[in-house]
């Protein structure tokens, strides 16, 4: 079915639609990024998995990074290559399985290397061991995703690390960037060497995490490459690794929602929709952040007060969460039943952070062509929902 990409008129179920041509603008200039700075840019499944997607990525990309069996099995077993995994938290039933998955294996502490280093050697002897380190540095301002807040459960600082590393550890791993900018990076990159380049000799790799939202409009990627380069050249033995998620599908389709009711309380009129933002979209509660709305304009929340003689509405979601709603948004006409919503770029992290919450129908997953062939990638009913309590 051929659709029309700026109405999606032809779309009359919730959907979430990757759109081809938007995903390879942003490989190429990763790609781009990659060759220019020597560095290797690997994707995070944990803010995109849509495996049936993956030969397209592979068409750009060598590795993916895995943070759990369920995503290194997904790399080993569809994206085809093993992946670079960290845990926090590695177990004894699964530590065997995920070696066999990996290339890479990082451990959040030392007492976790001391307990599975031999066992997973014994399943995978090809397998680099690195250590996640905490440079005690971030900008990131919500808590929610500040990976270095104080009390952090995640990797060690210098003062914990030994003189000398154990000897299988060959990588540093350090993740401190939420959807940042290279300005971001190169005054961590500042702390970062401060704290552990006298260990930097004894690594063969550093990765520097995800968080480099190098694909997004206003991001200095030539920043990026000099700040890559200049770190090669001072340190020229150790492979870089960037392993951003948001970068690779940051901007390439919609939620396609419809409305499904009117009502109005207190002045204020409120869209009901067929998806949800707690089960759909829980990083605009989480985060919180107001996601923009094709041919709507973002207003604060009070502003849905008897704003409805304007065409302001809250849009609410179909779940029995009370605050399952966000707002206010005014359009250019009023709303009826069955009309489409667009809610923009919502394909990074939504796609693998949604819920069947209330067993409330889940949207389907699509990919459209450039030239606006749809490909319906999977559909959602009650037998997955039923699945998952079974």
Same mark, same amino acid.
């Given at each position: 079915m051929?659709?029309n990409?700026?109405?999606?008129?032809?779309?009359?179920?919730?959907?979430?639609?990757?759109?081809?041509a938007?995903?390879?603008r942003?490989?190429?200039? &990763?790609?781009?990024?990659?060759t220019?700075? +020597?560095?290797?840019i690997?994707?995070?499944?944990?803010?995109?998995?849509?495996?049936?997607?993956?030969?397209?990525?592979?068409?750009?990309?060598?590795?993916?990074?895995?943070?759990?069996?369920?995503?290194?099995?997904?790399?080993?077993e569809?994206?085809?290559?093993?992946?670079?995994?960290?845990s926090?938290?590695?177990?004894?039933?699964?530590?065997g399985?995920? %070696?066999?998955?990996?290339?890479?294996?990082t451990?959040?502490?030392?007492?976790? @290397?001391?307990?599975?280093?031999?066992?997973?050697?014994?399943?995978?002897?090809?397998?680099? /061991?690195?250590?996640r380190?905490?440079?005690e @540095?971030?900008?990131?301002?919500?808590?929610?995703?500040?990976?270095? %807040?104080?009390?952090?459960?995640?990797?060690?600082? %210098?003062?914990?690390l030994?003189?000398?590393?154990?000897?299988?550890?060959e990588?540093?791993h350090?993740?401190?960037?939420?959807?940042?900018g290279?300005?971001?990076?190169?005054?961590?990159l500042?702390?970062i060497?401060?704290k552990?380049?006298k260990?930097?000799? %004894?690594?063969?790799?550093?990765?520097?995490?995800g968080?480099?939202?190098?694909t997004?409009?206003?991001?200095?990627?030539?920043?990026?490459?000099?700040?890559?380069?200049?770190?090669k050249?001072?340190?020229?033995h150790?492979?870089i690794?960037?392993?951003?998620?948001?970068?690779?599908?940051?901007?390439?389709?919609?939620l396609?929602?419809?409305?499904?009711?009117?009502?109005? +309380?207190?002045?204020?009129?409120?869209?009901?929709?067929?998806?949800?933002?707690?089960?759909?979209?829980?990083?605009?509660?989480?985060?919180?952040?107001?996601?923009?709305?094709?041919?709507?304009?973002?207003?604060a929340?009070?502003a849905a007060?008897?704003?409805?003689?304007?065409?302001?509405?809250?849009?609410?979601?179909n779940s029995?969460?009370?605050? +399952?709603?966000?707002?206010?948004?005014? /359009?250019?006409?009023?709303?009826?039943?069955?009309?489409?919503? &667009?809610?923009?770029?919502?394909i990074? @992290?939504?796609?693998?952070?949604t819920?069947?919450?209330?067993?409330i129908?889940?949207?389907?997953?699509?990919?459209?062509s450039?030239?606006?062939?749809?490909? &319906?990638?999977?559909?959602?009913?009650?037998?997955? @929902?039923?699945?998952?309590?079974?």
């Open positions: 051929r659709i990409l700026d109405t999606f008129e032809e779309v009359h179920s919730p959907m979430y639609v990757v759109e081809e938007k995903l390879r942003n490989l190429e200039l &990763i790609v781009s990024v990659a220019r700075a +020597d560095v290797e690997i994707l995070a499944f944990k803010a995109f998995a849509l495996w049936k997607t993956f030969p397209i990525f592979k068409e750009y990309i060598r590795s993916t990074t895995a943070s759990s069996l369920s995503e290194a099995k997904l790399a080993f569809e994206f085809g290559s093993r992946a670079h995994t960290y926090p938290a590695y177990t004894d039933d699964e530590i399985e995920i %070696a066999l998955c990996s290339s890479h294996l451990f959040n502490s030392l007492t976790q @290397y001391v307990r599975f280093a031999a066992v997973a050697k014994h399943h995978n002897e090809q397998l680099s /061991f690195g250590l380190v905490n440079p @540095y971030s900008e990131v301002e919500t808590d929610l995703y500040n990976p270095c %807040a104080p009390g952090t459960r995640f990797g060690l600082s %210098a003062e914990r030994p003189a000398i590393l154990p000897a299988g550890i990588g540093f350090c993740h401190c960037h939420c959807e940042s290279s300005d971001v990076f190169a005054r961590t500042q702390h060497e401060s552990f380049a260990w930097f000799p %004894a690594l063969k790799w550093i990765n520097f995490g968080g480099h939202l190098m997004r409009n206003d991001y200095d990627v030539e920043l990026l490459i000099n700040t890559l380069r200049s770190f050249q001072r340190h020229p150790l492979q690794i960037l392993e951003p998620g948001s970068a690779f599908a940051w901007q390439t389709g919609p396609v929602a419809q409305v499904v009711d009117i009502v109005e +309380d207190k002045g204020i009129k409120t869209a009901i929709l067929n998806v949800s933002f707690t089960c759909h979209m829980p990083d605009c509660l989480e985060m919180p952040y107001q996601p923009t709305v094709r041919n709507a304009q973002s207003l929340l009070e007060i008897n704003g409805g003689e304007n065409n302001i509405y809250r849009l609410g979601g029995c969460l009370s605050g +399952d709603f966000m707002g206010s948004w005014q /359009f250019d006409h009023a709303l009826n039943v069955g009309e489409n919503v &667009i809610f923009e770029d919502m990074h @992290y939504t796609t693998v952070k819920n069947m919450f209330n067993g129908s889940h949207p389907s997953l699509a990919i459209a450039p030239l606006g062939e749809l490909q &319906i990638l999977r559909t959602f009913g009650y037998e997955d @929902y039923k699945s998952r309590m079974d």
